[in-house]
């Protein structure tokens, strides 16, 4: 991917920013982002650089000369030579897009202050790039912690759901619906201790009315709401529904809707639209019980009062 080339550009000779010195081990990568390990120089605390690419590569130049960039901080007005008004049109809103975008995942994750969710340490931003420095996990993302021990025992599950549901259930009173709940989007440290991460996809829903229903239909779908792969309306409900899909996994190492290698997209969307699953034998009446009512249509779905007390949870 051409980020990864222009980011080892700017940082081959120079890799301090601000208080933090960017490593060159990759830890995964976006649309338009790479994510970074980085340390202190201060105090060799090891965090997480997310470091999004600012500039927007048009059909008239390569993100690996020197010709420039598109910034969606600073669009051209003016047309460069070879390079049609409409086309050039296109890639400016394409740049202020990705301008608004990484402003509102800023904005999000400054409101949400809570134990289970990522602390964001500092924002830098230079012409080309904005660095985000946010804590980083020792243990790693959920659905990779499963893959290399296995399912959990009950009681470490609900252990950890419960941080899980704390935390989405925080953003839903802070009017943020995160609308990509997966277990990749939670981390653990050593303490076994839950962070939500990634609010890439997530909504602020404060000024909208109670009646507006969200229309935006992004997501995993093996973890998605029926009324999300049928692409209608939906609220801040669709996060309860992933969070249950999540303690399935945490319980069985398997989805209820679908097998990871064979189901197709389409076989997904009926098992959803059905809602019909089978149970593991090992599933205890009480976590059926909950499960059943996160894992439903809307109108059945149990909201965070409901979840949180729970006979599973509190036992």
Same mark, same amino acid.
């Given at each position: 991917?051409?980020?990864?080339? &222009?980011?080892?550009?700017?940082?081959?000779?120079?890799?301090?920013?601000?208080?933090?010195?960017?490593l060159?081990?990759?830890?995964?990568?976006?649309?338009?982002?790479?994510v970074? =390990?980085?340390? *202190?120089?201060?105090?060799?605390?090891?965090?997480?650089?997310?470091? &999004?690419?600012?500039?927007?590569?048009?059909?008239?130049?390569?993100?690996?000369?020197?010709?420039?960039?598109?910034?969606?901080?600073? @669009?051209?007005?003016?047309?460069?030579?070879?390079?049609?008004?409409?086309?050039?049109?296109n890639?400016?809103?394409?740049?202020? %897009?990705?301008?608004?975008?990484?402003?509102?995942?800023?904005?999000?994750?400054?409101?949400?202050?809570?134990?289970?969710?990522?602390?964001?340490?500092?924002? &830098?931003?230079?012409?080309?790039?904005?660095?985000?420095?946010?804590?980083?996990?020792?243990?790693?993302?959920?659905?990779?912690?499963?893959?290399?021990?296995?399912?959990?025992?009950?009681?470490? !599950?609900?252990?950890?759901?419960?941080?899980? !549901?704390?935390?989405?259930?925080?953003? $839903?009173? !802070?009017?943020?619906?995160? $609308?990509?709940?997966?277990?990749?989007?939670?981390?653990?440290?050593?303490?076994? *201790?839950?962070?939500?991460?990634?609010?890439?996809?997530?909504?602020?829903?404060? @000024?909208?009315?109670?009646?507006?229903?969200?229309?935006?239909? *992004?997501?995993?779908?093996?973890?998605? !709401?029926?009324?999300?792969?049928?692409? %209608?309306?939906h609220?801040?409900?669709?996060?309860?529904?992933?969070?249950?899909?999540? =303690?399935?996994?945490?319980?069985?190492?398997?989805?209820?809707?679908?097998?990871?290698?064979? @189901?197709?997209?389409?076989?997904?969307?009926r098992?959803?639209?059905?809602?019909?699953?089978?149970?593991p034998?090992?599933?205890?009446? =009480?976590?059926?019980?909950?499960?059943? $009512?996160?894992?439903?249509?809307?109108?059945?779905?149990?909201?965070?009062?409901?979840?949180?007390? $729970?006979?599973? &949870?509190?036992?």
């Open positions: 991917m051409y980020q990864r080339r &222009l980011l080892s550009k700017r940082l081959g000779d120079d890799p301090f920013v601000g208080d933090y010195k960017i060159e081990q990759e830890i995964g990568e976006g649309s338009n982002s790479v970074r =390990l980085a340390e *202190n120089v201060d105090t060799g605390a090891r965090v997480v650089a997310k470091i &999004l690419i600012k500039k927007v590569p048009t059909p008239n130049n390569s993100p690996f000369g020197n010709s420039p960039s598109y910034s969606p901080m600073s @669009t051209p007005s003016g047309s460069p030579m070879g390079i049609s008004p409409a086309v050039i049109a890639y400016q809103s394409l740049a202020q %897009k990705m301008k608004d975008e990484t402003l509102r995942e800023i904005h999000i994750m400054n409101k949400l202050r809570h134990v289970n969710i990522i602390n964001t340490l500092q924002v &830098l931003e230079e012409s080309s790039y904005l660095f985000l420095f946010m804590e980083l996990s020792s243990e790693g993302d959920l659905y990779s912690y499963i893959q290399r021990h296995g399912a959990f025992e009950e009681s470490r !599950a609900r252990h950890l759901f419960k941080q899980m !549901a704390q935390a989405v259930s925080f953003c $839903h009173q !802070a009017k943020v619906c995160h $609308h990509d709940i997966k277990l990749e989007n939670f981390i653990l440290d050593s303490s076994d *201790n839950i962070k939500l991460i990634d609010f890439g996809y997530a909504i602020d829903f404060t @000024t909208k009315p109670d009646s507006e229903k969200f229309h935006i239909f *992004n997501g995993s779908p093996a973890y998605s !709401a029926p009324e999300i792969l049928e692409r %209608k309306g609220d801040e409900s669709v996060d309860i529904f992933s969070v249950g899909i999540c =303690l399935y996994y945490m319980m069985s190492a398997e989805y209820p809707f679908c097998d990871e290698i064979r @189901t197709t997209y389409e076989q997904l969307v098992n959803v639209r059905s809602l019909h699953f089978v149970w034998e090992h599933f205890s009446p =009480l976590l059926r019980d909950l499960l059943s $009512h996160m894992i439903s249509k809307p109108s059945h779905r149990y909201q965070w009062h409901h979840i949180l007390s $729970h006979p599973w &949870l509190t036992q």
